[in-house]
């Protein structure tokens, strides 16, 4: 009997040493997870915020009414042209297939030119970046 007791006695003191280790292991864990759950909370909570920044943020740099400029493209559309180095049909058929057909102030820029002040908002940042490319390979040729 006293072998059974103490036999009894070792596994219950082997069994508080393992809650004795368990306990504060179980606390790391829970707090651990506690720490992960809420960060994703966080995050989740912050993806609405950093939404809502990314439009402010899109709309200061893409402005509804665009960014004025302070020159015209005169009659550049119409010497590039004249020039050869914008096949006008070619052109729009890029445009047309690319979904984004030429405006019709983009048609009358390129072919009577415009004494209005160029004005950049999204939709046309396409046709003015592809004009300015095409005007830089040739202004050394054209004579103004």
Do not use: C
């Not at 939404?51 to 009659?75: C, F, M, R, T």
């Amino acid at each position: 009997m006293a072998k059974k007791n103490r036999k009894i006695t070792e596994e219950l003191r082997s069994n508080k040493r393992i809650r004795q280790i368990a306990w504060p292991i179980a606390y790391i864990v829970a707090v651990f997870l506690l720490g992960v759950g809420s960060s994703f909370l966080k995050q989740g909570l912050n993806k609405a915020d950093n939404a809502k920044q990314a439009e402010i943020l899109y709309e200061q740099i893409n402005p509804k009414d665009g960014y004025k400029l302070p020159v015209s493209y005169g009659d550049l559309g119409p010497r590039l042209l004249e020039s050869g180095v914008i096949d006008y049909d070619a052109f729009a058929a890029i445009y047309e297939n690319g979904n984004n057909p030429l405006s019709t102030d983009q048609i009358d820029i390129l072919q009577s030119g415009s004494g209005e002040q160029i004005v950049i908002t999204a939709e046309n940042t396409h046709f003015l970046d592809t004009v300015a490319r095409l005007s830089k390979k040739v202004i050394p040729k054209l004579a103004f």
